[in-house]
């Protein structure tokens, strides 16, 4: 969704769509905790949040209205957000999936053997209309109705060991957050970067930068 002189703004304990041509505010949300990073993700946009026990907070808020989609306690580290389906994988090592429009968990389920030797938290991708979540060191496919998992290899080309940045087939990316001294709350939004209408980080993020 791409969008002309708006952008997200991260401002003490409020995050605010700013409107860059009429210098207003569109609408306003006030977080309760700490905002460690926001991110854009088409039309829906993740606060993330924590509070001084390390509990984290990622808030789903629609990015034309400012209205709650969804509000849930997840450490994110890799997150694909495909038709009305949020998945993800966390810092428990387990790949889940949420309802966006009913708001419910659909599954979450504990990995084996993903994480590569290094630490680097692995990837989760939408390939072909399939889900993968892979690291250096394993590949797996997630079945999209349960979580129920495969090990399989990548399509021909395409080699886990060395792919350090991915685009998916319809994402604007596959969002990998960077970790934080607080209970690995931070995030940095997709490939450190704006790709397409996609981007943000702990000071704003989203459409076109105004103008």
Not at 114 to 134: C, E, R, V
């Amino acid at each position: 969704m791409k969008t002309k002189n708006k952008i997200i703004v991260c401002q003490h304990k409020e995050v605010f769509l700013y409107n860059t041509k009429l210098l207003r505010k569109e609408w306003t949300v006030v977080i309760k905790h700490k905002i460690s990073g926001i991110a854009r993700f088409d039309n829906l946009v993740l606060i993330s949040s924590y509070n001084w026990w390390g509990k984290v907070f990622s808030k789903f808020i629609n990015f034309s209205s400012g209205e709650e989609v969804l509000d849930i306690e997840e450490k994110f580290l890799s997150i694909l957000i495909h038709e009305d389906k949020l998945y993800f994988i966390n810092h428990d090592k387990e790949i889940g999936c949420y309802s966006i429009s009913s708001k419910t968990k659909i599954f979450k389920v504990a990995t084996t053997g993903l994480w590569s030797w290094d630490g680097t938290p692995p990837k989760i991708s939408l390939i072909n209309k399939s889900i993968y979540a892979f690291s250096k060191r394993k590949i797996i496919k997630v079945n999209k109705s349960n979580g129920r998992m495969r090990e399989t290899d990548l399509p021909i080309g395409l080699n886990n060991k060395y792919i350090s940045h991915i685009v998916d087939e319809f994402q604007i990316n596959t969002n990998t957050f960077s970790l934080s001294k607080f209970s690995d709350s931070g995030f940095i939004a997709g490939d450190s970067g704006a790709v397409g209408d996609a981007g943000g980080d702990s000071g704003g993020g989203g459409g076109d930068g105004g103008g």
